[in-house]
């Protein structure tokens, strides 16, 4: 099971970094999400990464201000929050896929920003944008 660390309290514009161990590197998982749940709403993906060529994909409300990385060797994968906004507020948590996506047209893996397709959720980590 995943377990995600590094939320706090930051302002507007600051940064952050999140990370998710516990990785079941062993048992092949095949990429990593991360996702977001503010009060009353749903769960929204964030960002993700395949274990494989490291190939990423992020959602339109933080492309260019987060980034999503990986440590093979530390069985954890990162996210990096920066211009941060109060509209990233609530509680973040990664998972795993244990599917193996590959796009046979481009020649890479992909990773999938739907919850549906994750399995091993940890508990979360709570970050809150606020001056």
């Known amino acids: 099971q995943a377990m995600e660390s590094g939320g706090g309290l930051v302002q507007p514009g600051g940064s952050l970094r999140l990370s998710c161990t516990g990785l079941?590197?062993?048992?092949?998982?095949?990429?990593v999400g991360w996702f977001r749940q503010a009060p009353g709403k749903e769960r929204e993906g964030v960002s993700c990464?395949?274990?494989?060529?490291?190939?990423?994909d992020y959602s339109d409300s933080v492309k260019g201000r987060f980034t999503i990385s990986k440590d093979n060797a530390k069985n954890t994968v990162y996210l990096q929050m920066n211009n941060l906004k109060p509209e990233d507020t609530g509680v973040y948590y990664c998972?795993?896929?244990?599917?193996?996506?590959?796009?046979?047209?481009?020649?890479?893996?992909?990773?999938?920003?739907?919850?549906?397709?994750?399995?091993?959720w940890g508990q979360g980590t709570q970050v809150t944008v606020s001056s």
């Open positions: 998972a795993q896929d244990m599917s193996s996506r590959y796009s046979s047209s481009s020649g890479t893996y992909y990773c999938l920003l739907q919850s549906s397709v994750y399995d091993g």
């Open positions: 079941g590197f062993s048992s092949g998982y095949y990429a």
């Open positions: 990464i395949t274990s494989s060529d490291g190939s990423t």
